[in-house]
């Protein structure tokens, strides 16, 4: 499971803008994530009850809302926000390249994990990756001009994220994990129905390509592989996890090509193979030297 966790989760994770191209035009993206993620608490919470897993309390119970209303409620709410106003979804898959640098310094300063430097050399040649991977769409566009407030609250969304993926390094990580992505899902709802509250769009023109990717967000992402995040980040590290979150903008572009017919030059191609191999060495073990003493 160890070795074949993160190949599900990049190519699962990395359909979330994909989908969400395909549902906004018919919904309105607030709505849209309120519906996901209260079905994908109401799934897994049966998946719990069924299993028997007893329901977190006291300060368990509010870390893992507040996880759940950083991880799927604001950097969800918060990214889409700021695309639909203006942020180019290429610059934003960029700002969520930044994410495993901003847990590598989280996770040294805060946790005290140790990083190799190979670690952090590999977290480099990745975000290097992702860079060449979207520079053509980024100066394709021109000039861009976006609000200040759009641009802080894409920059808010990452570490929205980040700060959710650290949590899951505490005292919640021993919990079970179906009731575990109930009470989150629940906390990220919370956060998507206030934004629609706020926001007042309630477009839903229940459209098939509506329910069909509402079907994908809530199997594929919110049950599928943010369960997996969960998991790899409990048993492998925040830091070692959130590195292969270099992959997901490079393999949506392929994704983009294969499914839209965006076109890919050669400089996108090379990217992606420094992000996948900066990926590989900054998730490479350290294998402890054994200690030589004198006779």
Same mark, same amino acid.
């Given at each position: 499971m160890l070795a074949i966790a993160p190949i599900l989760f990049v190519l699962t994770w990395s359909t979330g803008f994909i989908v969400a191209r395909a549902m906004v035009p018919h919904a309105a993206p607030e709505l849209i994530l309120t519906s996901r993620m209260l079905l994908s608490a109401a799934l897994l919470g049966g998946l719990a009850a069924i299993a028997r897993e007893s329901l977190p309390r006291g300060r368990r119970l509010a870390l893992h809302l507040l996880a759940g209303a950083l991880l799927n409620g604001v950097? #969800? +709410?918060t990214s889409w926000w700021a695309i639909q106003r203006g942020m180019p979804a290429g610059i934003m898959s960029l700002l969520g390249a930044l994410q495993p640098l901003v847990v590598a310094i989280a996770s040294f300063g805060l946790l005290g994990? %140790? !990083?190799?430097? %190979?670690a952090w050399?590999?977290?480099?040649?990745? #975000? !290097?990756?992702?860079? #060449?991977?979207l520079a053509p769409l980024l100066m394709r566009g021109g000039h861009i001009s976006v609000p200040l407030f759009v641009a802080v609250g894409a920059v808010a969304s990452i570490l929205a994220m980040a700060a959710g993926t650290m949590i899951q390094r505490g005292s919640i990580s021993g919990d079970p994990m179906r009731v575990s992505g109930a009470v989150q899902n629940i906390g990220g709802a919370g956060v998507a129905a206030l934004a629609t509250v706020l926001l007042g769009d309630y477009r839903w023109d229940g459209a098939l390509a509506l329910w069909l990717g509402l079907g994908w967000s809530v199997l594929g992402l919110s049950v599928g592989a943010l369960s997996l995040l969960v998991w790899m980040t409990r048993h492998q590290g925040a830091?070692?996890?959130?590195a292969l979150l270099l992959l997901v903008p490079p393999l949506a572009a392929v994704e983009a090509w294969i499914l839209f017919g965006e076109r @890919?030059?050669?400089?996108?191609?090379?990217?992606?193979? @420094? $992000?996948?191999?900066?990926?590989?060495? $900054?998730? @490479?073990?350290?294998?402890?030297?054994? *200690? *030589?003493? +004198?006779?």
């Open positions: 950097y #969800l +709410c994990e %140790r !990083l190799a430097g %190979r050399a590999g977290l480099g040649i990745g #975000l !290097l990756g992702v860079v #060449l991977v830091t070692r996890v959130s @890919l030059v050669p400089m996108q191609l090379a990217g992606f193979a @420094l $992000a996948l191999g900066g990926v590989l060495l $900054a998730r @490479l073990k350290t294998t402890p030297q054994p *200690s *030589s003493s +004198c006779t």
